[in-house]
């Protein structure tokens, strides 16, 4: 009940920008309690994405292959691209581009294969700010960000604010 409780706690600041895991490291130690691989992947979703945007990428990463392990093991495929896309932003973290390119290409394509619409956004909205950081803002600009069937708007609209951040990044503010 803890973790679950903590899943939806971290989602909700992820939303609001107020991150503080303070509670959310504690519910983490519970982790190989839960025996419900559902509950144990939605929390590991959360909190690998909540730790990428607090910069600590070694935790991230420890916790998104831990949640990649486990949708494979239990075939969860809907959480595989929310685990490889923590991944390739926890290695962008690190400025490891390549194996970040590899990860987020493989979480788009896993997205798509599973035919998860909102994935796919939340992949493409990673994509794009991987390319910024690597300083490859022109491919990042490349990156269309498509109406998809079956996505909820939040996830274009992650894909489209981090087109925004890139154009706004070169001062292209009228854009």
């Given at each position: 009940d803890v973790v679950q409780s903590e899943s939806g706690r971290i989602a909700y600041q992820l939303k609001l920008g107020a991150i503080d895991l303070t509670e959310a490291d504690r519910a983490c130690e519970l982790l190989g309690a839960v025996r419900n691989p559902l509950v144990r992947a939605s929390f590991q979703s959360m909190y690998g994405s909540a730790l990428v945007l607090a910069a600590r990428y070694d935790e991230a990463l420890e916790i998104a292959e831990s949640l990649i392990e486990l949708a494979r093991h239990y075939r969860i495929d809907f959480a595989l691209p929310y685990g490889l896309c923590a991944v390739a932003t926890a290695?962008?973290?690190?400025?490891?581009?390549?194996?970040?390119?590899?990860?987020?290409?493989?979480?788009?394509?896993?997205?798509?294969?599973?035919?998860?619409?909102?994935?796919?956004?939340?992949?493409?909205?990673?994509?794009?700010?991987?390319?910024?950081?690597?300083?490859?803002?022109?491919?990042?600009?490349?990156?269309?960000?498509?109406?998809?069937?079956?996505?909820?708007?939040?996830?274009?609209?992650?894909?489209?604010?981090?087109?925004?951040?890139?154009?706004?990044?070169?001062?292209?503010?009228?854009e």
């Open positions: 290695l962008a973290g690190r400025r490891r581009w390549q194996s970040a390119n590899l990860h987020i290409e493989q979480a788009l394509q896993a997205s798509r294969g599973g035919r998860n619409a909102f994935g796919e956004h939340i992949c493409l909205a990673a994509k794009i700010r991987i390319l910024a950081q690597e300083g490859r803002h022109e491919a990042a600009l490349t990156m269309s960000v498509p109406e998809l069937p079956g996505s909820l708007p939040s996830g274009r609209a992650e894909a489209l604010a981090s087109r925004a951040l890139v154009l706004a990044s070169l001062s292209r503010l009228i």
